[in-house]
């Protein structure tokens, strides 16, 4: 009997090592392996039935006898299950599938394809194809990735580095340790790829201190890829020297932008750089400087292995490719699900996520962490796309969507997004680190009943968004003012509503 289990971060929490012991116990032959996403199914156990897969869970110790016996009710074969069947899996086609640190099984689906690719190409050649698949920085900003590269392929200089930021501090994001623990490779010839494509020799991967597994999985995979040539003086024994090393930041959430994330990476204090000049010019150890987040080098690979149209033909608009929405909060149905740009913003919460865990009606959806701004059900044929969410005021972010159902109280909702920015800046700059104070402070006259507090809200609002030294201060308003202007009646004063 052959059995996959989860061994992703949310599957452990909740007993999947008890009961991985107590299947190895009994005989079965055991693969661990990442997650597919579905949370709300782990842990989550895959039963090979002549060839197939089929899902059980979420499991309990408890159900390790009928399970082994045949008799535990399942989902059936797992890629039948709606919520995985109907995604498009090109950056997560292994999560969940393979034991993330055998190499071997990484190559059998179509791992170091493109790193052989690449290997073929020459270093502009290698730009150039991220140029052509129309990849944008998953982690936020959105920025073309192929020109960054180009930048930095341009630069002069003896000495050029590939960063990975991996510090996924935004609320509602999992994606980048998902990967991380379950297809770590993926990343790993992601960066080599980098690095040959803009001549750096050198990577970082700058991982949370919060993501313990993650650490301990990229650790392991990056030492296996240096002991069979994937890395070290010999990208895959006819390539240029490419190696790296696993960082572990302290924990700050400044140091999710790049510039901090460089200070702290070279050991000074994690505070924001003024730019120009770029990291692209002037980033680590002041060398050019690639800095990409975990998705976006993780999609690289397949990029080069199905060519740069094949991945811009998914997608809408200038948002090309595939994006992981990572649903959380209160719905029923919570998880990763991969994606092509374009899903309406009411099919992503209703249909894929199933609306609300509490089964009340939805109020708002929170997209892009905790600097994302809200939207209400007004808003739900907005579409995923960079472009569309900013028009409507919002932005995709990390692609994090939190859902609230209709007892969120949305002033607290915004006290919390300004408290949260007073607590997390780095004290660089002053709208930042004394706007988001007074922010707390205007809020909680507010709901004292202070009605002309709402105009020196939106007032402090602006000054931070265009002050403000980096994303911290400058985004903090998007969830202050979208609760203010969607949600006016959780603003309304005491003498408001007394009238």
């Not at 032959?29 to 895959?46: C, F, I, K, Q, Y």
């Not at 341009?154 to 960063?163: F, L, M, N, T």
């Not at 994330?261 to 750089?273: A, P």
Request: charged share 20%; hydrophobic share 40%; with cysteine.
């Amino acid at each position: 009997m052959k059995i996959y289990l989860s061994q992703d971060a949310v599957a452990r929490a909740l007993g999947a090592d008890d009961i991985a012991k107590a299947l190895v116990d009994a005989g079965v032959e055991l693969v661990r392996v990442g997650s597919r996403g579905m949370t709300w199914l782990e842990p989550l156990a895959e039963v090979e039935i002549d060839g197939l897969r089929h899902a059980y869970g979420p499991l309990t110790l408890a159900d390790v006898p009928a399970l082994l016996d045949g008799s535990l009710e399942g989902h059936g074969p797992t890629e039948d299950i709606p919520f995985l069947k109907n995604q498009t899996r090109l950056t997560f086609q292994r999560c969940g599938v393979i034991d993330p640190l055998d190499l071997d099984a990484y190559r059998a689906h179509g791992g170091l394809s493109g790193l052989s690719r690449a290997l073929d190409m020459e270093g502009m050649g290698v730009v150039e194809e991220a140029k052509a698949s129309g990849l944008r920085g998953r982690g936020g900003a959105g920025f073309p990735t192929g020109i960054k590269w180009e930048t930095v392929a341009k630069a002069e200089a003896d000495q050029k580095y590939i960063v990975c930021n991996a510090d996924e501090g935004d609320s509602a994001t999992f994606a980048d340790r998902m990967i991380m623990e379950g297809d770590p490779f993926s990343l790993i010839e992601g960066m080599a790829i980098a690095g040959i494509g803009v001549g750096a020799t050198k990577g970082y991967v700058y991982l949370r201190s919060e993501y313990p597994d993650a650490i301990r999985v990229m650790n392991d995979a990056v030492k296996i890829a240096r002991a069979n040539g994937v890395l070290g003086a010999s990208v895959m024994g006819k390539g240029p020297a490419f190696d790296m090393e696993i960082r572990v930041g302290a924990g700050a959430y400044v140091c999710g932008e790049e510039t901090s994330l460089l200070n702290s990476l070279e050991g000074k204090r994690g505070v924001v750089r003024p730019k120009p000049p770029l990291p692209a010019l002037e980033g680590f150890l002041g060398k050019p400087t690639v800095v990409n987040n975990v998705i976006s080098l993780a999609t690289i690979p397949v990029i080069f292995e199905k060519g740069a149209q094949a991945y811009a033909d998914f997608g809408l608009g200038r948002s090309r490719g595939t994006i992981p929405l990572q649903i959380a909060g209160n719905v029923k149905f919570g998880g990763l699900y991969e994606v092509a740009f374009g899903l309406p913003l009411g099919d992503i919460v209703n249909s894929i996520g199933g609306g609300t865990r509490s089964g009340r009606p939805v109020k708002a959806v929170q997209v892009g962490g905790p600097l994302g701004a809200y939207f209400s059900p007004d808003q739900f044929d907005t579409p995923f796309g960079y472009e569309e969410f900013d028009g409507a005021g919002g932005l995709i972010g990390h692609a994090g969507l939190t859902i609230f159902d209709d007892q969120a109280d949305m002033l607290q909702m915004a006290r919390f997004a300004m408290e949260f920015c007073a607590v997390e800046s780095c004290g660089k700059c002053t709208p930042c680190r004394i706007g988001a104070v007074r922010g707390v402070e205007t809020i909680d006259r507010i709901a004292a009943g202070d009605d002309a507090a709402k105009e020196l809200l939106a007032d402090l609002c602006e000054t931070m968004t265009d002050g403000s030294l980096c994303a911290l201060g400058g985004f903090t308003p998007y969830p202050v003012m979208s609760a203010l202007t969607l949600f006016p009646d959780d603003f309304a004063t005491t003498k408001e509503a007394a009238e």
